[in-house]
């Protein structure tokens, strides 16, 4: 087992509450607000703790928004180049966790509330604002620590 693994085995089972959700189509959400004092339980990375939780254990993510290519652990060593080469910053390529409000439903089983999904930074960087979440998204309900 690995540290993913035991991490999603410990959140479950302390936190009745947690759930995923699957995007059944485009959909638009507010990112969230003022979340940066929010932290993942047991120091974790909210990047991390999604990819815990989602079981997707991949360094190599797309953004949820956009779609473009991003990166948790680090930026492949070619794609560094090529990015310099063509005068694009890096950095625009690194996966973050975004915090995503999900409206309580009407008709569903389902807790709204905070969930995480996969941001590159312009797309997360976009807080209060509704922004497309692609079809076939996972989206972690996010269990914070005081």
């Known amino acids: 087992m690995n540290k993913f693994d035991e991490y999603k085995k410990e959140i479950e089972a ?8 699957c995007v059944d189509d485009d959909v638009f959400l507010q990112n ?10 047991k120091g974790y990375s909210w990047i991390d703790y999604w990819r815990a939780m989602s079981g997707n254990h991949e360094s190599s993510l797309e953004c949820s928004s956009c779609g473009k290519m991003i990166f948790v652990d680090e930026i492949p060593q070619m794609l560094k180049k090529m990015y310099g080469l063509m005068g694009l910053n890096e950095n625009e390529n690194i996966a973050l966790g975004g915090h995503l409000v999900v409206p309580e439903p009407h008709s569903h089983n389902y807790s709204g509330g905070f969930y995480i999904a996969p941001l590159c930074p312009k797309c997360n960087g976009q807080q ?6 692609k079809k076939g998204t996972t989206l972690c309900r996010e269990i914070a620590v005081d």
């Open 14 to 21: 302390n936190h009745k509450e947690y759930m995923t959700l």
């Open 32 to 41: 969230g607000n003022n979340t940066s004092e929010r932290k993942a339980p």
């Open 128 to 133: 209060g604002k509704n922004i497309k979440i």
